[in-house]
């Protein structure tokens, strides 16, 4: 099974090697989509973690423990392509880069891959052409 999420590093968590003894310990594979460090020094990291329920969990709750804070990624957002008006208001909000533009006809393109499910392009979208579909 793969899950999202958004982990929240404090500043005294930045540089350990966290992430890579988790996944060791607990058979995970693991994709970054995202990864960066606020200006306060916390360490955002946004992740699937691929692996038996119970290891993520596991991994999970030992990621809380040492303080990092978590958030789940349990939606998922769709584009209705038939309302998109390529207006481009969305992607510049996007974190992750989710959404774009084609270098081609200049279309604005969602890839939901990428997407975290984070909710801030349906609040800008005009025409409502991004959905939260659960
Ligand atoms: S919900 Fe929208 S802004 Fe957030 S990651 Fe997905 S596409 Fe980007
Ligand atoms: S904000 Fe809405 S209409 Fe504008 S490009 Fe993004 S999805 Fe399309």
């Given at each position: 099974m793969e899950r999202k999420f958004v982990i929240h590093f404090p500043k005294t968590l930045v540089d350990k090697p966290i992430m890579s003894d988790l996944v060791k310990r607990y058979s995970l594979d693991f994709n970054i989509l995202k990864a960066y460090v606020t200006p306060e020094e916390e360490g955002t990291l946004v992740l699937a973690l691929q692996g038996t329920e119970e290891n993520v969990d596991t991994a999970v709750k030992d990621l809380k423990e040492m303080g990092a804070r978590i958030q789940s990624i349990s939606s998922d957002i769709r584009m209705v392509r038939e309302l998109?008006?390529?207006?481009?208001?969305?992607i510049p909000l996007c974190p992750v880069d989710a959404l774009y533009r084609d270098k081609e006809d200049f279309s604005v393109h969602f890839d939901a891959e990428k997407c975290i499910a984070c909710g801030l392009c349906i609040k800008a979208c005009p025409t409502k052409a991004l959905v939260f579909t659960i």
């Open positions: 998109c008006t390529d207006c481009t208001a969305c």
